[in-house]
């Protein structure tokens, strides 16, 4: 029987959502709206925006710079869930129960705790033309020394998602670490007493455990590799001549580079309407399953 | 016995890996401006070098005076994210909030539109309220951008605890409010430490927002940081820029070595 | 007991907020001494505000945007119509400039001008850069004549004695250079610096056409234009260019040795000295010769960093006063002392003897002074060259297809913009 009267709770479940709701539409959602507004306009950044209707829709599809932008993207977000999603996970279950696991953790956090200047600097270091890459590569007599890592396409994107896991396998190793945590004990046990062991007891009782924790990692890893821009910008630039832009570098560059509010706008709409797709898609079966797969009790402190 | 051993080597040496990046900034900034090569990446540089353009980036540039505004930042938007994040999550799980995926959703999208389309009309609303360099201000929209990443986290957290719980806690005739406090908080620690971290190095190291949307009064450290990699002369060089970079990561990277014990439990498991 | 604890809390909460809030917007209200000053070049302006403290009673109160400027141009277009625009700000000749006029946000200072030039502080030159239909707008805070930097080192190694002064003996020179194992020039990609051997090349190959296409009434895909890439490609097969995707910072590469010549502005000195090196014993600076001889004159590229007032600032009168005496020769040695730049007021003391050899010799009449191509072209069309160069320097072939891009770009904006 769920509890006694549900009208009670959802009024009280206002009290808690409405803070939350109220401060994303006023502060997020406006501005939206205001961007739709723009990438029907010719705005320069000066001046009146003038109405031009879908055309900054038709520009964008008919370059092919987008239409590179656009792939760059997409090999982003299969690369993030690739590489930062699948080693976060293999380093969490490393280190989960192993004495001085969290120390043994702590080299993969300390890169997410860089300032973006320290990150800009250490990456050109490694891979610029001649770089610390190269130079190692040399000392240690491997081929490979001449590449010229950032302007060639697509070994800049990949070089860069690479660059980019340094910092995002910590991150998700700590949150894989979090489920790992609140996996509960007597299922486990119950099933180690039976015989399962290693990769076995991974996939049928933590992996399905874990799910919470895996939806959150993956969730957002979606959402933030469509939206890539700081390592890009930082990295390459979105070059040479714009082969490794994505949607988020596009964006930027053609509003505040290039004057074309109207166009960027459009840009941002389109990145905006593909990552509420994917989300809605992925989050409304992982949320329904995950929530509906029964609780356990949380394993004592 | 042998896949612990095997644990371990592999955590080493891929640790080791990791820090190799970290090597090569503090190798170059413990170099003077003179002293650096491009082609000379990864020799070592010296102490004194190192500790004279710290003492310069003390005495020549303005970086200190950003550190207090960062610091207010990264501590209270963070607890304000959290809290409501957590709010969001036990509305939608807890109490069963009517079509709770589509507010949840709502709330999970704040997260998805780029953040430097929004900063334009974010300053224009804050230059014609009197928010603009200001540190409420601040706070407020650091708060609203932590939020969506907060929400979703204890979201997912509090559906991984059992129904019973609340059900039980109603039936001993406890409040909602006091449920909230007395039971749900203190059991999601560690998720509750993971957001509060995470967000609070994103807002320590926030540049493009702060940038914009503050001057002077509440400017916090990053954009006087990047100011100082100048493109057409001026600036204190570049290894003092490099030191400066480094120090302002002091503190996330402290927050982090200190917030491991909540990270420590991991008796679930045991041996495999 | 709970509640009141928290309440009370919440009140001391609530007054240290108000207090932050407080403290900030006294802060806000400049008093008519202090102007507000937003800035995107990263320069260190003390000195400048010392002295104006102590000729007229004037402080700057800076804020500086310069890592980013494209966000630093969009703050500013947003900013000038609101209560939080800056008294005073740094912005761009060219383009940007008569975007700002168009709105009516920079305030006119065809006055201030006026006086400067009868005083001998500034050649008429400078004055058309900051002249838009008729009247002024802005002062300059410096202004920069581009040459090229040279190892004395290198060039003492393969036996040239003198700075080449035609474009045949600086290929001469090149080719020397080159075949003692040392690269002759620099180059780098990306933004901002990929438009630089463009801009030279072009210039000195035929100005007229240079000043046509950024105007709008000449195109990328001429055929002058075509034989000057063509030139530019025959340099770089030659080897004469160092890498364009290097990243190390252009300083450290000069005193790395990765190019014996840099073409740089007159703001160069500053940033050398902070990697050690000195003028007159390190490197020197010579005049960038014309490619092809254009009526006797030799053209130069000038920049110059603008300083504007807006238009709706409470503090205009205060403003202007300041922007006269930026002009001063005062103000303009304790500026070029502070930068180690060369002053643009004659009556100025320039800050060390190369630059004020280097100085004369490109404002006397044999010099043809023309717009920075940074700050000449539009800005849609500046970010499709700057992009289309670094392709053509990155992989070079034929430069066609490059020309062809950065020309459609210039057609749209042109299009709909005269």
């Given at each position: 029987m769920t509890s006694s009267n549900p009208m009670r709770h959802q009024r009280a479940a206002w009290a808690f959502m409405g803070p939350g709701v109220l401060l994303v539409l006023l502060a997020m959602y406006i501005p939206v709206v205001y961007t739709i507004y723009l990438s029907l306009t010719d705005y320069t950044g000066l001046g009146t925006p003038n109405f031009i209707g879908l055309q900054n829709y038709v520009t964008m599809f008919?370059?092919?710079?987008?239409?590179?932008?656009?792939?760059?993207?997409?090999?982003?977000?299969?690369?993030?869930?690739?590489?930062?999603?699948?080693?976060?996970?293999?380093?969490?279950?490393?280190?989960?129960g192993l004495k001085g696991g969290s120390w043994l953790r702590i080299p993969f956090l300390i890169?997410?705790?860089?300032?973006?200047?320290?990150?800009?600097?250490?990456?050109?270091?490694?891979?610029?033309?001649?770089?610390?890459?190269?130079?190692?590569?040399?000392?240690?007599?491997?081929?490979?020394?001449?590449?010229?890592?950032?302007?060639?396409?697509?070994?800049?994107?990949?070089?860069?998602?690479?660059?980019?896991?340094?910092?995002?396998?910590?991150?998700?190793?700590?949150?894989?670490?979090?489920?790992?945590?609140?996996?509960?004990?007597?299922?486990?046990?119950?099933?180690?007493?039976?015989?399962?062991?290693?990769?076995?007891?991974?996939?049928?009782?933590?992996?399905?455990?874990?799910?919470?924790?895996?939806?959150?990692?993956?969730?957002?890893?979606?959402?933030?590799?469509?939206?890539?821009?700081?390592?890009?910008?930082?990295?390459?630039?979105?070059?040479?001549?714009?082969?490794?832009?994505?949607?988020?570098?596009?964006?930027?560059?053609?509003?505040?580079?290039?004057?074309?509010?109207?166009?960027?706008?459009?840009?941002?709409?389109?990145?905006?309407?593909?990552?509420?797709?994917?989300?809605?898609?992925?989050?409304?079966?992982?949320?329904?399953?995950?929530?509906?797969?029964?609780?356990?009790?949380?394993?004592?402190? | 016995m042998i896949s612990r051993i095997v644990r371990y080597v592999v955590l080493g040496l891929l640790g080791i890996f990791w820090l190799l990046p970290i090597y090569l900034l503090l190798a170059n900034a413990s170099k003077s401006n003179g002293s650096f090569s491009g082609t000379q990446l990864w020799s070592a540089g010296n102490f004194a070098d190192f500790w004279s353009n710290v003492i310069a980036v003390f005495t020549t540039t303005d970086i200190g005076s950003g550190l207090g505004a960062s610091t207010i930042y990264a501590i209270v938007a963070p607890v304000i994210a959290v809290v409501l994040g957590a709010f969001v999550g036990f509305a939608v799980i807890v109490l069963k909030l009517k079509h709770g995926f589509v507010w949840f959703f709502v709330v999970f999208c704040g997260t998805v539109f780029p953040i430097q389309m929004m900063v334009i009309p974010w300053f224009s609303f804050s230059a014609n309220t009197g928010l603009y360099d200001?540190?409420?201000?601040?706070?407020?929209?650091?708060?609203?951008?932590?939020?969506?990443?907060?929400?979703?986290?204890?979201?997912?957290?509090?559906?991984?605890?059992?129904?019973?719980v609340f059900e039980a806690s109603v039936v001993d005739g406890a409040n909602v409010w006091q449920i909230f406090r007395r039971i749900y908080l203190p059991m999601s620690v560690s998720a509750l430490v993971v957001v509060f971290i995470l967000q609070a190095t994103w807002v320590w190291n926030d540049f493009l927002l702060s940038l914009i949307l503050t001057q002077s009064t509440a400017r916090p450290v990053m954009p006087l940081l990047n100011a100082l990699q100048g493109t057409e002369g001026g600036g204190p060089g570049y290894t003092v820029t490099l030191t400066a970079a480094l120090l302002v990561s002091l503190p996330t990277a402290a927050l982090f070595l200190f917030t491991q014990r909540f990270f420590q439990k991991g008796l679930a498991l045991g041996q495999y | 007991m709970n509640a009141r604890k928290w309440l009370a809390?919440?009140?001391?909460?609530?007054?240290?907020?108000?207090?932050?809030?407080?403290?900030s917007s006294t802060t806000s209200g400049s008093s008519s001494g202090t102007l507000s000053f937003a800035e995107d070049k990263g320069w260190n302006y003390k000195p400048l505000s010392a002295a104006a403290d102590k000729d007229i009673d004037i402080s700057l109160k800076t804020t500086s945007y310069s890592s980013s400027q494209d966000a630093f141009q969009a703050l500013i277009k947003q900013s000038l119509r609101t209560p939080k625009a800056p008294d005073i700000f740094t912005w761009h000749t060219g383009s940007?400039?008569?975007?700002?006029?168009?709105?009516?946000?920079?305030?006119?200072?065809?006055?201030?001008?006026?006086?400067?030039?009868?005083?001998?502080?500034?050649?008429?030159?400078?004055?058309?850069?900051?002249?838009?239909?008729?009247?002024?707008?802005?002062?300059?805070?410096?202004?920069?004549?581009w040459g090229m930097f040279y190892n004395k080192k290198d060039f003492a190694k393969v036996g040239i004695t003198t700075p080449p002064t035609t474009w045949n003996d600086l290929m001469t020179d090149a080719a020397t250079l080159k075949s003692n194992g040392i690269t002759p020039f620099y180059s780098q990609g990306g933004n901002p610096w990929?438009?630089?051997?463009?801009?030279?090349?072009?210039?000195?190959?035929?100005?007229?056409?240079?000043?046509?296409?950024?105007?709008?009434?000449?195109?990328?895909?001429?055929?002058?234009?075509?034989?000057?890439?063509?030139?530019?490609?025959?340099?770089?097969?030659?080897?004469?260019?160092?890498?364009?995707?290097?990243?190390?910072?252009?300083?450290?590469?000069?005193?790395?040795?990765?190019s014996a010549m840099q073409a740089y502005g007159t703001w160069y000195p500053g940033s050398l000295s902070q990697v050690g090196l000195k003028a007159g014993s390190d490197y020197g600076i010579f005049p960038i010769p014309a490619v092809s001889d254009q009526g006797g004159k030799t053209p130069v590229a000038v920049e110059t960093a603008p300083v504007c007032v807006t238009s709706h600032s409470a503090n205009k009168a205060t403003a202007l006063k300041y922007s006269q005496w930026l002009m001063s020769p005062a103000a303009q040695s304790t500026w070029s002392k502070s930068q180690g730049i060369l002053p643009y007021n004659p009556k100025a003391t320039a800050p060390n003897a190369t630059l004020q050899a280097f100085g004369k010799q490109v404002t006397s009449s044999s010099y043809e002074a023309y717009l920075r191509y940074y700050e000449a072209a539009p800005a849609p069309v500046l970010t499709s060259a700057l992009n289309n160069f670094t392709g053509f320097m990155e992989n070079p072939g034929d430069p066609t297809k490059y020309l062809q891009t950065i020309q459609t770009a210039s057609a749209q904006y042109w299009a709909s913009n005269k």
């Open positions: 008919r370059d092919p710079a987008f239409l590179t932008s656009l792939m760059n993207t997409a090999i982003w977000v299969v690369g993030t869930l690739v590489v930062p999603v699948g080693m976060g996970l293999l380093v969490a279950y490393l280190t989960f890169p997410y705790a860089l300032s973006g200047v320290a990150i800009g600097v250490v990456f050109n270091f490694i891979f610029q033309n001649g770089g610390a890459l190269s130079q190692a590569l040399t000392f240690l007599g491997v081929p490979g020394a001449q590449t010229h890592w950032l302007e060639v396409a697509p070994l800049n994107t990949v070089v860069m998602i690479l660059a980019s896991s340094w910092q995002g396998i910590g991150v998700n190793a700590l949150l894989f670490v979090v489920g790992l945590q609140s996996i509960p004990k007597e299922p486990l046990e119950a099933a180690r007493i039976d015989g399962a062991s290693g990769w076995r007891l991974f996939t049928t009782m933590v992996w399905p455990m874990l799910r919470p924790s895996t939806t959150i990692v993956v969730g957002l890893s979606i959402v933030n590799s469509l939206k890539t821009f700081d390592i890009v910008e930082t990295m390459t630039q979105g070059g040479p001549n714009r082969v490794s832009e994505t949607l988020g570098v596009t964006m930027y560059t053609d509003t505040f580079q290039s004057d074309q509010y109207g166009l960027g706008s459009a840009v941002a709409i389109l990145l905006t309407i593909i990552t509420v797709a994917a989300s809605v898609i992925y989050l409304r079966r992982q949320l329904t399953i995950g929530d509906a797969s029964g609780k356990g009790e949380v394993a004592e402190a | 200001t540190i409420v201000g601040m706070i407020i929209i650091y708060s609203i951008v932590a939020l969506p990443f907060s929400a979703f986290v204890m979201r997912n957290f509090f559906s991984g605890i059992s129904e019973s | 809390v919440a009140v001391v909460t609530a007054a240290a907020a108000a207090t932050l809030v407080g403290c940007q400039l008569e975007a700002l006029v168009q709105q009516g946000l920079v305030s006119d200072t065809s006055s201030i001008w006026k006086k400067a030039i009868a005083n001998n502080w500034v050649s008429p030159a400078i004055e058309k850069m900051y002249t838009i239909k008729g009247k002024q707008y802005c002062v300059p805070l410096e202004v920069d004549y990929a438009f630089v051997w463009y801009m030279l090349l072009m210039s000195g190959t035929d100005l007229k056409e240079y000043n046509a296409i950024n105007a709008g009434t000449a195109k990328y895909t001429d055929p002058e234009v075509k034989t000057v890439m063509d030139t530019w490609l025959d340099m770089i097969k030659k080897g004469y260019f160092s890498d364009p995707g290097s990243k190390t910072p252009t300083t450290t590469s000069f005193k790395d040795n990765s």
